[in-house]
């Protein structure tokens, strides 16, 4: 069964950057596209970027060329570098993964279909 870690959370500075990971054991990732989700307080949970299992990726307009999603199959590990934060990025932020073939007529791009979940790791953005 797969299951996601996340880690790389904490308290920055409005401005600094944070890598956040998201690492499966139980499975091989390949045939997975990943997604990282965000939920501040008060607020749904969004979906922020997402790579497909070929490595398309995919951001929401508000983190553009700001974060960047990666994945390393041969460790089983998802990446998301964010940069220039700011106090609107705050919030729990999790990995999610899609079953290309479960959801084979799902685009990985529209956050549907992400069954797998992780715990959340906290990012908060204070001066």
């Known amino acids: 069964q797969l299951q996601l870690l996340e880690s790389g959370g904490g308290l920055v500075q409005p401005g600094g950057s944070l890598t956040l990971s998201c690492a499966a054991s139980?499975?091989?990732?390949?045939?997975?596209?990943i997604a990282w989700f965000r939920q501040a307080r008060g607020k749904e949970r969004e979906g922020v970027s997402a790579?497909?299992?070929?490595?398309?990726?995919h951001y929401i307009d508000s983190v553009k060329d700001r974060f960047t999603i990666s994945r390393n199959n041969a460790e089983n590990t998802v990446y998301l570098r964010m940069i220039n934060l700011t106090p609107e990025d705050t919030g729990i932020y999790f990995c999610?993964?899609?079953?290309?073939?479960?959801?084979?007529?799902?685009?990985?791009?529209?956050?549907?279909?992400?069954?797998?979940w992780g715990q959340g790791t906290q990012v908060t953005v204070s001066p």
């Open positions: 999610a993964a899609q079953h290309a073939m479960k959801h084979w007529n799902i685009a990985y791009s529209t956050f549907r279909g992400y069954d797998d």
């Open positions: 139980g499975v091989s990732l390949d045939w997975y596209a």
């Open positions: 790579i497909s299992k070929a490595g398309d990726t």
